[in-house]
């Protein structure tokens, strides 16, 4: 499975929606409804931490104007209100089925 | 929730190293475990999982057949065995613990591995 994003880089401003989009080269879509897809944020200097998972379920602390959507081999992270604390490296990754496989990363950065 | 790796430094090229991830704050053998890399100034590469009961291992196709995942329940402790090091195995090796099995919900901090000729 090969995953990619787009865009590779996005400038954004505090206050402002963004949006970061993952492709799947096969559908994550399984049993039950549910999409193996994750999303992870790398703020810089730090480890990666867990946002979404399963396409569009938030993990615990993630405040809620982050939200994961999509079926298929199409998804789409959200942020409702950029924050400047929001910076950093976010990337998907499937979990269907190993090898399991980030995709690239988006650059969220501040205008 | 906490995971600390150790064991990164510098290896021969063709060497081996064993890298280790200490967990504590919860129940290590009800969880699978991962390891994840990133090279310097590169994305995140998905290595290898153990199942809980450490009876199920699963690799990257960079790493089978040269690397090796375990565990030990009682030490509460992860290993990463390493072994033909290339010089494209240089980066942070990260542990992870996984939801489910697949899932990365908590990651340590990383230990960085240089592998020179």
């Known amino acids: 499975i090969v995953m990619t994003q787009s865009p590779l880089s996005l400038p954004v401003t505090p206050g402002e929606p963004a949006s970061i989009s993952c492709r799947s080269s096969?559908?994550?879509?399984?049993?039950?409804?549910?999409?193996?897809v994750d999303w992870y944020l790398q703020k810089p200097g730090q480890s990666p931490q867990l946002l979404i998972y399963?396409?569009?379920s938030r993990a615990p602390g993630v405040p809620d104007r982050f939200s994961g959507g999509g079926s298929g081999t199409d998804f789409t992270l959200r942020i409702s209100r950029v924050e400047a604390e929001d910076v950093g490296v976010y990337y998907c990754?499937?979990?269907?089925?190993?090898?399991?496989?980030f995709g690239p990363g988006t650059k969220v950065h501040i205008k | 929730v906490y995971l600390v790796e150790s064991g990164g430094g510098v290896a021969q090229r063709g060497g081996s190293l064993r890298l280790s991830c200490r967990v504590s704050g919860f129940e290590f053998s009800k969880y699978a475990m991962q390891w994840v890399r990133q090279a310097p100034g590169k994305g995140l590469e998905w290595l290898a999982v153990?199942?809980?009961?450490?009876?199920?291992?699963e690799f990257a196709d960079s790493v089978k057949g040269r690397f090796s995942i375990s565990r030990d329940n009682p030490k509460n402790t992860v290993y990463l065995q390493m072994s033909s090091l290339r010089a494209e195995d240089s980066a942070v090796y990260f542990c992870a613990r996984g939801l489910g099995y697949s899932t990365l919900d908590h990651w340590g901090r990383g230990t960085l591995v240089t592998v020179s000729s």
């Open positions: 096969q559908s994550l879509l399984q049993t039950y409804g549910f999409n193996y």
């Open positions: 399963l396409g569009s």
């Open positions: 153990i199942s809980d009961d450490g009876l199920k291992q």
């Open positions: 990754m499937q979990t269907l089925q190993t090898p399991f496989i």
